[in-house]
């Protein structure tokens, strides 16, 4: 289409007709008089009839459709996870957030003989315990029995 013409038709009444053998074309007439044609774009390159128009169009929508299907799952998982993603960022920013002011309080909450007893504690819990050997409680009216112990080399053996 010519640019000026838009402008020049701004504010009239004008007809458009179309050729249904070649829809890509639209034909523009202002009180019964041919004034130009205006093109589709997407239609170009060819002769494009109304049927094979409509065609096209009922083709790429039902494509449309199909690609919106298929992208359905992913996109749900794609959201899925970047909603865990916000959570566990969240959470993390939070716990954070917390230590720093229990840091920032620890002075003022405690005195320094606290603190000082907190942190011999703390040092003892890092530090492994080591269990005994168990010894059995033997009473004398109640005498220990040991049970014999199977190897699986004798077992074998034996076969």
């Known amino acids: 289409m010519c640019p000026g013409l838009l402008s020049r038709l701004r504010g009239r ?15 523009i007439f202002v009180e019964g008089e041919y004034v130009g044609e205006a093109y589709c774009p ?5 002769r494009v009839s109304e049927w094979e128009a409509r065609a096209m ?10 690609a919106r299907e298929q992208g359905l799952p992913a996109r749900a998982r794609i959201q899925d996870e970047a909603r865990a993603a916000r959570r566990r960022r969240s959470t993390e ?3 954070s957030e917390q230590a720093r002011q229990w840091d920032r309080q620890r002075g003022d909450i405690h005195p320094a003989l606290v603190s ?13 315990v080591t269990l005994a050997d168990p010894v059995p409680d033997a009473e004398p009216d109640r005498p220990i029995r040991i049970l014999p112990v199977r190897y699986v080399q004798r077992e074998e053996e034996r076969s």
């Open 13 to 27: 009444e004008f007809d458009l007709y179309y050729d249904r053998r070649d829809v890509g074309v639209l034909y």
């Open 42 to 46: 997407g239609l170009m390159g060819g």
């Open 57 to 66: 169009r009922k083709h790429n929508e039902e494509q449309a459709r199909i």
């Open 93 to 95: 920013i939070r716990a």
């Open 116 to 128: 000082e007893r907190l942190a011999s504690v703390e040092a003892e819990i890092t530090q492994v």
